[in-house]
């Protein structure tokens, strides 16, 4: 299993909807495939909270943050209607690539319910040519960057 939420660098922790009925096979619970939802919304709120969005980053900075790897572990089923949350911080920063680890769960019955890791890598915006991470980005998401890891 992944590392647990870390006392080093603080967690971002962002309410993450509800397990909807697109999301649960017929057990009603919810499926493999429904994870990627909720991952791509920590990934978003990691991004706004430190003052940027995807499409700034495509404007402003000139790149994009196209997905490399994902990687998810899961732990315990998540149910039709359930109330989700994710603890997302940056595990690493690489010269073109950064990683997210997020920890989600059963918002009202605190399980555990899956990790995972996001490797994301930096290219240009109209070439799509790997470039390093801009310091701008790094520079904003220190708050929420694992220095032991990173």
Do not use: N
């Amino acid at each position: 299993m992944m590392s647990s939420p870390s006392t080093q660098v603080s967690w971002l922790s962002v309410p993450a909807d509800r397990v909807r009925w697109e999301d649960v096979d017929l057990a009603g619970i919810m499926r493999y495939s429904a994870y990627t939802r909720v991952v791509d919304l920590a990934e978003a709120e990691l991004l706004r909270a430190a003052g940027l969005s995807v499409t700034e980053l495509a404007e402003r900075l000139g790149v994009w943050l196209p997905r490399k790897v994902l990687h998810v572990e899961y732990a315990a089923p998540a149910l039709l209607d359930e109330a989700l949350r994710v603890e997302v911080r940056v595990a690493k920063v690489g010269t073109t690539a950064i990683t997210f680890r997020m920890v989600m769960y059963a918002a009202e019955r605190e399980t555990r319910l899956a990790e995972a890791e996001l490797v994301l890598v930096c290219v240009g915006r109209d070439d799509f040519v790997k470039r390093p991470l801009p310091t701008e980005l790094v520079d904003r998401l220190a708050p929420w960057t694992d220095v032991a890891d990173g």
